[in-house]
């Protein structure tokens, strides 16, 4: 069974979902996620064009060249920086990001344990978990009372 508490330990507490709660959140988390993954590609294909416009040593660079690559170098810092905003915002929300592609988890009890509850971008709403331990690749369908449980004004 999901359960949503905060431990007793330590000073910094953290946050457990349950499903319903982790699919309310859901719509803000998807925002977030999809910004998050537009900038993963945008600093790819900055990174792609640094390499490509860096072929040359830099002291060889004619001044146009050199104003280029200054201003791709730029842009690349300004997305890593909208990025890392992003990233932080969703672990103010006490959700983790997992991946480039858009995987997150949201930390849950099950049974006593901490387990994650596991949404990736595209899904339709939080449907798998998985434990601490066995990230992507141990990702379970949640139980079937737990999806027809997920919200209880419903």
């Known amino acids: 069974m999901f359960m949503a508490k ?12 349950t499903v319903a709660s ?3 959140m859901l719509p803000l988390v998807r925002s977030i996620v999809t910004d998050i993954v537009e900038r993963f590609g945008e600093l790819s294909d900055l990174r792609n064009r ?11 660079l004619s001044g146009l060249h ?10 690349f810092e300004r997305k890593k920086e909208e990025l890392q905003t992003l990233v932080e915002e969703l672990k103010g929300l006490g959700v983790e990001l997992k991946g480039p592609d858009g995987l997150v988890d949201f930390p849950a009890m099950m049974d006593d344990r ?5 949404w990736k971008m595209g899904e339709p709403e939080v449907m798998f978990w ?24 419903h």
Do not use: T, W
């Open 50 to 60: 640094l390499e490509i416009l860096q072929g040359s040593r830099r002291e060889a």
């Open 6 to 17: 905060r431990p007793e330990k330590g000073p910094k507490s953290r946050r457990y979902f």
């Open 114 to 118: 901490e387990v994650c509850l596991c």
């Open 66 to 75: 050199r104003e280029e690559v200054e201003e791709v170098e730029h842009d």
């Open 130 to 153: 998985h434990e601490v331990d066995a990230g992507f690749a141990g990702r379970q369908h949640l139980p079937a009372e737990m999806i027809v449980a997920r919200d209880p004004d």
């Open 22 to 24: 982790a699919n309310k």
